[in-house]
């Protein structure tokens, strides 16, 4: 166990809906990156929350967002889905961004399909 | 641009076997970090190892070893005495300087299947 919990584990949903996933960190850490792992792209890095504030974007869609709040749990929503929305999202967290790399630990992930 | 191959999509061994998952990668920072995933069939991600570009030691844990050679950019990992509970989808991923390490770049994974 990572000590990093994601909710909900699956989710089965329909096109054009919108979703809301949900990533708590280990305790202590500030960082908390998303990630997309689908059949096609493989995994792919969305974007890096550090204390609250965006600190990196890969390649995440314009119908995405995300945000970290005080508590430091982040959440990442999605809308308008489509089809080649279904994946397994990974949610990480690490203690450090500031003084160079620190190990990304993963979240058991949430798999999404959209019907 | 950072790039990670895993060009062994699957292997099969029988319980006991050795076995050595190949990983080249290509970057231009000279400060890189290189890491080992496992994801078996649960789904997690599991942390297995991590390397900074600047220390070449070959590291051994149980069963486990990687060999890290810049000169040839691979970071290769070998299980010795193969079990049936290796079995998984095994990940290469790089993070380096120029993306202020934030970000892990993956290889297409090798899935090992270790059969009794």
């Known amino acids: 166990d990572s000590g990093v919990t994601q909710t909900p584990k699956h989710l089965i949903t329909a096109t054009g809906q919108r979703v809301t996933l949900r990533c708590s960190p280990r305790s202590g850490d500030l960082s908390v990156y998303w990630y997309q792992q689908s059949l096609d792209q493989g995994l792919q890095f969305l974007i890096h929350y550090y204390n609250g504030e965006e600190r990196a974007k890969g390649n995440i869609l314009e119908r995405f967002s995300a945000q970290q709040f005080p508590d430091l749990h982040s959440e990442l929503n999605l809308s308008s889905l489509e089809l080649g929305d279904s994946a397994l999202y990974f949610c990480?967290?690490?203690?450090?961004?500031?003084?160079?790399?620190?190990?990304?630990?993963f979240g058991p992930g949430t798999r999404l399909t959209v019907l | 641009a950072q790039k990670v191959t895993q060009a062994q999509t699957e292997i099969s061994v029988v319980e006991k076997e050795d076995v050595t998952l190949d990983c080249v990668y290509e970057?231009?920072?000279?400060?890189?970090?290189l890491f080992w995933y496992k994801q078996p069939p649960s789904g997690e991600l599991v942390f297995l190892i991590r390397r900074n570009s600047f220390d070449e030691q070959n590291e051994i844990s149980g069963r486990y070893s990687w060999n890290f050679q810049k000169s040839t950019s691979s970071f290769n990992f070998t299980i010795t005495a193969s079990q049936v509970v290796d079995s998984a989808v095994y990940f290469c991923?790089?993070?380096?300087?120029?993306?202020?390490?934030?970000?892990?770049?993956f290889g297409t994974g090798t899935r090992l299947l270790v059969s009794p």
């Open positions: 990480a967290s690490s203690s450090e961004v500031l003084a160079g790399v620190d190990t990304q630990y």
């Open positions: 991923a790089l993070s380096g300087m120029n993306t202020g390490f934030q970000k892990l770049v």
């Open positions: 970057t231009r920072d000279t400060t890189y970090y």
